[in-house]
């Protein structure tokens, strides 16, 4: 049986939420991004692209080319929410099922075949489910390798469905810009064209002596792209290695109070993300960004791993305090949370709940395992700041995550805020 891939990517995916949810944005320019100096372009409607505006731009860029553009501040658990509408509609196809972000998808539909039909067919089935259950529209490329798929979604873009058979590949391929090659980037494109190789068919055909100062070792590799060959194979359920929430400030801010309160937010952020996917963090980190671009980070393991955003918060908060410490009136362009050393969450076993006969060593709160943490590059081992596992101020931290879970769940994230993310 040939092989068959699907590379599915939402159209448009927040502006599209945005205009669903609110019809009088249907037709108009719409930009999905933060306003302000430091803003980028989190989406951009077709209607808004028309005047050159694209995702990651500037937004003082975007408004220049549209000035009438309408700017929507991102609601991204709403954002969750239909994506996950957009994976069981995958899921309920096959299981080789490879996320890419909460809009695009890589599926192995080889073995659906006997059931679904031709890769096509299934593709249609796909785009018609995904509509019908949310009223958006997504392009599919399918091909026989994951590289080509991907490709082949941009090409009819929006709501499109484009088959490249196997034998068709060069046909295709070839006479398209370099810049449509995933990951070559906007820099080395640049160069790439600017050595003459315009066209995926010239990169292919190119000797080595003209690849070589472009890709070095990796020249075979871009080679064997340029031609469509790709042996990857679709990987289901990639293990997430960190979860992170960061913010780039309007102004720089040197004030340690506001810092802390971003950074009590960003971890209020990450820790909700973390709970979301059930799993713990046993390394926190912070990364900190000054006024001249130079970036920092400071990380410190935990053990137990812990999901409880309290813990978290707390060893983030003196990570940031002992570097402004040792920078003194810093300004900051960019603050962020980094939970890493993940794992699936578990309840604690009974031994680790309950106090054993015979009474608690001194010191330990009974019925919790002790915590500890290590900063990065040093072997000892240090006790967590203090209050970071404190049996009942744990257990009524506990209570409040979940209970500011379930509210967020019902009633959106804005709807209860922690007292320490406020300024």
Known sequence: MTRAVLHVDMDAFYASVEQRDR?????????????????????ASYEVRRFGVRSAMPMH????LCPGAICIPPRMQRYRDVSGQVFTVFHEITPLVQGLSLDEAYLDVTESQALLGQPAVIARRIKDAIRARTGLTASVGVATNKLVAKIASDLDKPDGLTVVPEVRIREVLDPLSVRRLPGLGRKLGERVEAAGLRTLGDLRTATDAALWPLFGRDTSRMRERAAGIDDRPVQPDLEEKSLSAEDTFAQDLADPRKLDAHLCRLADLACERLRARGLMAGRVGV??????????????????????????RNVARELLSRWLEEHAGAKLRLLGVVLTDLSPAAQLGLFDRQA?????????????????TQDAGNGAGERAPPGTASGAAHARSSSVDS?????????????????????
């Open 403 to 423: 209970a500011l879970d379930e509210v967020r769940a019902r009633f959106g994230r804005n709807a209860l805020r922690r007292g320490n993310t406020i300024e």
């Open 287 to 312: 990364k900190i960004r000054r006024h001249d671009f130079t970036t920092f980070t400071r990380q410190r393991a935990i053990a137990p791993p812990t999901h409880e955003e309290r813990t978290l």
């Open 356 to 372: 054993p006969a015979g009474g608690e060593r001194p010191g330990r709160t009974p019925g919790l395992p002790e915590t500890r």
């Open 23 to 43: 019809p009088e944005l249907v037709g108009k320019p719409v930009i999905v991004g933060w306003p302000g100096g430091r803003g980028v372009v989190a989406a």
């Open 61 to 64: 860029t975007a408004l220049r």
